[in-house]
């Protein structure tokens, strides 16, 4: 789902300004002076228990159109950790090393291909993806859900040269309790340099954001995140700053093709297998070569 909040706020970076729930000692982390623009949250992943309600209106129309903005070219990806969980072992078992394979893998991946017929003001979407080392937060982390402010916040406390355009997927250890949500996707800036960002529930024991993959490759909790990290990462590429591809009713590439899998497992480029949705294809749904999303709509492709 694509909210329309997409009125920016401009803060300096204190954890009085932007309403941290974290620890005295990370605020004062926080550069003097630093400034971050964030804008609304996009793409959120709607939860099972939520996304039959909202199906409807993700059927309004059928292809989407580009709103005249830019598209990402190529992916430029740092995934961090946040939360003091992340250094339990049990915890962590094989979410970030999963989450780093995942990444390393959609990198030239068909199913990466499926977004890219997009294009935009600065060129077309391309497969390309470059994955830098991963950095793990554990010094505070969140008691509820978080604005995105919050998020773009925690990326300005642990990068300290964001890349221009690059993606920062930031993953917590937070479940997510009543929230209708997943996850989402949004965009800002950190001292006037562009990003994307996007935040994660803990998905352990979630079964409102479970694909249910039945292969015994991952555990749940990593199968759930990879399969919203796929939605999440499409989503971003084709409409990166909310001027780019989505529907009359607001719903992005992910979103018109949410909880709807076409194969037990997709297959990426370094061998990874994951149970993951379809992304909307506009050209697949006008030659009628893709797969019904839950509205009938036959547009999702998943790279098979």
């Not at 099972?48 to 209106?57: C, F, N």
């Not at 946040?82 to 250094?87: E, L, M």
């Not at 919203?228 to 590429?237: D, G, Q």
């Given at each position: 789902m694509r909210?329309?909040?997409?009125?920016?706020?401009?803060?300096t970076l204190s954890a009085a300004a932007v309403g941290l729930a974290a620890p005295a000692a990370q605020a004062a982390k926080h550069p003097e002076g630093m400034d971050i623009h964030a804008g609304g949250p996009h793409g959120q992943v709607v939860a099972?228990?939520?996304?039959?309600?909202?199906?409807?209106?993700h059927g309004g129309s059928a292809n989407m159109t580009s709103h005249g903005g830019g598209i990402m070219v190529d992916s430029d990806i740092t995934p961090i950790f946040?939360?003091?969980?992340?250094?339990n072992g049990t915890f962590l078992?094989?979410?970030?090393?999963?989450?780093?394979?995942f990444y390393a893998g959609y990198d030239g991946s068909n199913y990466a291909k499926t977004s890219d017929e997009y294009s935009g003001t600065n060129g077309q979407v391309g497969p390309s993806l470059t994955l830098r080392n991963s950095i793990v937060d554990t010094s505070g982390g969140i008691t509820k859900a978080p604005s995105t402010t919050t998020i773009l916040t925690e990326v300005a406390n642990v990068i300290s040269n964001p890349v221009a355009n690059g993606y920062y997927p930031?993953?917590?250890?937070?479940?997510?309790?009543?929230?209708?949500?997943?996850?989402?996707?949004?965009?800002?800036?950190?001292?006037n340099v562009p990003v994307?960002?996007?935040?994660?529930?803990?998905?352990?024991?979630?079964?409102?954001?479970d694909p249910v993959d039945s292969s015994g490759l991952h555990s749940q909790g990593l199968a759930a995140l990879a399969n919203?990290?796929?939605?999440?990462?499409?989503?971003?590429?084709?409409?990166?700053?909310?001027?780019?591809w989505f529907d009359n009713s607001g719903a992005e590439n992910g979103d018109k093709c949410a909880w709807t899998f076409n194969t037990p497992l997709v297959n990426f480029s370094n061998n990874s297998k994951w149970k993951l949705q379809g992304e909307w294809s506009n050209a697949a749904y006008t030659a009628g070569t893709g797969y019904p999303n839950r509205s009938g709509q036959k547009g999702c492709l998943d790279g098979h």
């Open positions: 909210l329309r909040r997409t009125a920016a706020v401009v803060v099972h228990q939520a996304h039959d309600a909202a199906s409807a209106r946040w939360g003091t969980k992340w250094d078992a094989d979410k970030k090393s999963g989450i780093e394979s930031v993953y917590t250890d937070l479940p997510r309790g009543n929230a209708g949500y997943c996850a989402w996707h949004s965009w800002g800036t950190i001292n994307q960002f996007a935040f994660f529930f803990n998905l352990d024991g979630d079964a409102g954001c919203v990290s796929a939605h999440e990462l499409s989503e971003a590429r084709t409409d990166p700053r909310g001027t780019g």
